[in-house]
């Protein structure tokens, strides 16, 4: 489905903000896997993403939207995530900050 700017934007806020990044430019999607704004309907980046409508019977209202990584996604019937790609803190302290975004698949 095509949406326009402000449907897009609207999603990429249900995004998760970290500390870490800038969060106009990068963000978590539900699996914690990073995703780039710019990189919205890119489906060969890493950090390419999609949009899920993860409310069940609900409108495509922005509130019931949000961004998931181009592999994740979200099954409205079982109301649970599918996650084929997190965020990779491979080698970094639980509260360390990480310098650059990194995914990997989750098995």
């Excluded at 993403?49 to 609900?58: D, F, Q, T």
């Excluded at 949000?66 to 079982?78: E, G, I, L, R």
């Excluded at 599918?82 to 990194?102: F, N, Y």
Aim: hydrophobic share 25%; with cysteine; proline share 5%.
């Amino acid at each position: 489905m095509k949406f326009n700017e402000e449907t897009v934007q609207g999603t990429w806020e249900n995004g998760r903000a970290t500390n870490d990044q800038d969060s106009t430019e990068w963000r978590k999607d539900g699996c914690g896997a990073w995703i780039k704004r710019n990189l919205y309907g890119n489906q060969v980046s890493e950090f390419g993403w999609k949009i899920e409508n993860v409310a069940p019977g609900k409108p495509q209202a922005i509130e019931n939207l949000h961004p998931y990584q181009h592999k994740n996604s979200f099954d409205k019937a079982a109301g649970q995530r599918h996650c084929r790609v997190t965020a990779d803190r491979e080698g970094l302290q639980p509260t360390a900050s990480i310098d650059r975004p990194r995914n990997k698949s989750a098995g």
